[in-house]
């Protein structure tokens, strides 16, 4: 097995060379965070039961018997188990010992028969036929690109209520830096995609490294003097894993993403359309509530969909989600929301 390093690491060791340009000592302290990084100890993964699939996606039952259902729809962008990160850094874990009966959705890892499924048909094809499966009325919560589709879903299914976390819906109102890129690096590589029938890992990872080359250089210097044992290297690292894993998202998708929410907007302007129908966030039939992160770099509190009150959290993107912050920050009030729904 080969040693965890950055993904793609050749993309990263450029930014790595641009750093020690201005910056020889954070390059060097960067590479020896991959060092400890590649060494940090790790614990493999329990697999939780399937409850349910249809076609590549299923359903993880997180635990708890009894109580209201909850369904965890994570982003399609990166794996599923960033809401499930391990022993004591999990929201599905932390839901089941509330009193709910949570599940995590997987979308599975589509191949290029898939490449025609676009992220409308994600939602008809998968989400919805995953969520009558479940008999009890369900508190359906998205996260990140995970909560687009989870509107798009209450919009054709009731649902007991819908969280939305850190979900992006008007896109035009991303900085026109940050838009600019995600349509240049789409642009860039649309046509390799077209040919895969697929986007691969590394195409969205990059795309994320560019929106921050600084930070995605300093957060791996800050770990240059520390023990490849030190607990704040395994949390790192679990992130890190999860980051640089996951499944290609099909043609279809991406090109639904980058040109028809991000260049056209359609989500923002009421244009959107799923299972024929549009969706409005504001005309959903649910109790709903959006958690949004402060120090959001991938979906800014600013692109959230209008109409549906937004608790702030004070943390990122990720941050929110896993970490010291998040129990405190999300979990527990999201706890508060769900009894009260």
Not at 10 to 38: C, I, K
Not at 228 to 248: K, Q
Request: proline share 9%.
């Amino acid at each position: 097995m080969s040693t965890p390093a950055p993904r793609p690491l050749p993309l990263f060791l450029e930014m790595v060379r641009r750093t020690a340009e201005s910056d020889p000592d954070m390059a060097r302290r960067a590479l020896g965070g991959v060092r400890v990084y590649g060494d940090a100890p790790r614990a493999a993964r329990t697999p939780r039961p399937v409850m349910a699939s249809v076609g590549r996606a299923s359903l993880q039952g997180g635990g708890g018997t009894s109580g209201p259902p909850v369904l965890l729809v994570p982003s399609l962008i990166n794996p599923a188990h960033v809401l499930d990160l391990g022993p004591g850094n999990s929201l599905l874990d932390h839901l089941a010992h509330s009193g709910f009966r949570p599940y995590l959705l997987d979308w599975g890892t589509p191949g290029p028969i898939d490449r025609g499924q676009g992220l409308a048909g994600h939602i008809t094809d998968h989400l919805l036929p995953l969520l009558r499966t479940i008999n009890d009325p369900v508190h359906l919560l998205g996260y990140c690109l995970g909560g687009t589709m989870a509107i798009g879903a209450a919009a054709l299914l009731p649902v007991r209520s819908l969280t939305l976390l850190a979900t992006p819906w008007h896109f035009t109102r991303y900085s026109d830096d940050a838009r600019g890129a995600m349509q240049s690096h789409w642009a860039a590589n649309r046509d390799v995609i077209d040919a895969m029938g697929l986007m691969p890992v590394e195409l969205l990872q990059s795309l994320f490294w560019n929106l921050d080359t600084a930070r995605t250089v300093a957060k791996y210097a800050a770990l240059a003097d520390l023990p490849s044992d030190d607990a704040r290297v395994a949390i790192f690292a679990a992130l890190e894993d999860w980051a640089n894993s996951g499944s290609p998202i099909t043609a279809a998708a991406a090109t639904e993403l980058f040109e028809g929410l991000i260049g056209r907007d359609k989500s923002g302007k009421g244009e959107w359309r799923v299972g024929g129908a549009l969706v409005t966030p504001t005309a959903l039939n649910a109790p709903a509530l959006h958690f949004t992160a402060q120090n959001d770099r991938i979906a800014p509190a600013e692109t959230a969909p209008d109409g549906i009150t937004c608790h702030p959290c004070p943390s990122g993107h990720v941050g929110m989600v896993v970490g010291k912050a998040a129990r405190e920050g999300l979990w527990e009030p999201l706890t508060q929301w769900l009894r009260a729904n």
